[in-house]
């Protein structure tokens, strides 16, 4: 999947050629993590969690929360009930942090070992905050690279981030496969319904200022498809200024802040966009590296 020369994110970040090949996410599956108690410590370098009474909020240092709850690798004992798990990648609310946010019902414990293979990714959790909507857990990292401080702007690293959550998610909870488009080739059990990629691909670019457009995608999800969409927007010299990435079960829904030479994109770049995309979405070529 070669990567056209272009900006992506800032005028000032070249988008390479690369794939996103041999990322090794082949899940393993494991046994669920021991609960672990982590302690209230003050003035110290190790994790420490503290508690707000108020709204309920679990807020979480780097290094530290990585527990998994009792029952995160249970089905629901009531029923076979399966919740929507859910990752959404934010570069618009926060101008030095590249905020991820994901949910899986109540399902979810600390999140140790998804930290750990982001630090491993050459990523630091600079915060995090758990907070409790209902019966729905949402998760929050604010993640910046180790090597700059700075938050992630290249594409293949933002697609790496996307799958090494997903994979954590089959690893610890198995049962997500069911609704996730990689359970199809690593869970224990593949999504019943596949979506129809015609029906499920919808396109659209709407008006947001003199300076830039705003690019809507939905579609199928799939490994590499972030990566292949930058592609395809690079191919006809748009730039991306910033993205939100959010999959929701086996539906990719993406939005772009997008630009051509400085100016928001007139009508017939605006097709030829979406003309594009479209093509493209409704002809998936996955290559097996991509997994």
């Given at each position: ?15 390479r050629?690369s ?5 090794g ?57 399966v919740?929507?798990?859910i ?13 991820v946010?994901?949910?899986f019902?109540?399902?979810?414990g ?8 982001l ?7 600079s ?6 909507e ?6 929050k ?30 690893k610890?909870?198995p ?14 059990k ?26 809507y995608?939905?579609t ?12 395809v ?36 770049l605006?097709?030829v ?5 479209r093509?493209?979405?409704r002809?998936?070529e ?6």
């Open positions: 999947m070669a990567l056209a020369n272009t900006a992506f994110f800032s005028s000032s970040f070249a988008l050629r794939r996103v090949s041999g990322l996410f082949v899940p393993q599956l494991s046994p669920c993590e021991p609960l672990t108690v982590l302690p209230v410590r003050y003035k110290c370098s190790e994790p420490a969690l503290a508690f707000s009474s108020k709204k309920n909020i679990l807020h979480a240092s780097t290094d530290g929360l990585n527990a998994v709850d009792s029952t995160s690798l249970k089905f629901d004992r009531d029923a076979d009930y919740p929507m798990p990752v959404l990648i934010d570069q618009d609310s926060d101008s030095d942090a590249t905020i946010q994901l949910s019902g109540d399902r979810l600390a999140l140790i070992d998804t930290m750990k293979a630090k491993d990714l050459g990523l630091d959790v915060k995090g905050t758990v907070a409790t209902g019966s729905v857990k949402q998760t990292l604010f993640i910046t690279r180790l090597d700059t401080g700075r938050k992630v702007e290249d594409p293949d690293m933002l697609e790496r981030i996307r799958l090494t959550i997903i994979n954590n998610l089959l610890y909870h049962e997500s496969s069911a609704q996730l488009a990689m359970g199809e080739a690593f869970g224990i593949a999504p019943e319904k596949k979506l129809d990629v015609d029906i499920a691909t919808h396109v659209q670019v709407k008006e947001d200022g003199p300076k830039r457009s705003l690019l995608i939905e199928a999800d799939r490994p590499g498809l972030l990566v292949e969409i930058i592609k927007i690079a191919d006809i010299n748009i730039d991306v200024e910033s993205a939100e990435i959010d999959t929701e079960g086996l539906v990719a829904k993406d939005k772009f802040h997008v630009s051509y030479r400085g100016a928001a994109l007139n009508t017939s605006s097709q966009l979406v003309n594009c995309l093509y493209y979405l002809r998936p996955t290559d097996i590296d991509s997994y």
